[in-house]
């Protein structure tokens, strides 16, 4: 079983900064990609950031300049650092890891997802 567990979730005042962690554990032989998507009331999940095995780093265009993503102690859990936060970034983020198992199968899974609030 592979589990990803999220913290750092919760509200913020506009211009605030939280940073989100996300670490997986279980039978992971190799991590393909992590990332941290979003999905906001009424609209569809959407990729936030991600950052694949090969350090290649992907931003949404609306968090370019205020979010970074890094990995945190390991390939297999990741930091999502939001600076500068907007009333439009509240959403739900769900960390998301790609991997591939012992017997060399290509998994996915998610997390259960943290609550990001920005609001005055």
């Known amino acids: 079983q592979v589990q990803l567990v999220e913290s750092g979730g919760g509200l913020v005042q506009p211009g605030g900064s939280l940073r989100l962690s996300c670490a997986g554990s279980?039978?992971?032989?190799?991590?393909?990609?992590m990332g941290w998507y979003r999905q906001a009331p009424g609209k569809q999940r959407e990729l936030v950031a991600s950052?694949?095995?090969?350090?290649?780093?992907k931003y949404a265009d609306s968090v370019k300049g205020r979010f970074t993503i890094s990995r945190d102690n390991g390939e297999s859990s990741v930091l999502l650092q939001m600076n500068s936060l907007k009333p439009e970034d509240t959403a739900v983020y769900y960390c998301?890891?790609?991997?591939?198992?012992?017997?060399?199968?290509?998994?996915?899974?998610w997390g259960q997802g943290t609550q990001v609030t920005v609001s005055s």
């Open positions: 998301n890891i790609y991997f591939v198992t012992d017997i060399g199968l290509l998994e996915e899974r």
């Open positions: 279980g039978d992971i032989f190799s991590v393909q990609s």
């Open positions: 950052i694949s095995s090969l350090d290649r780093i």
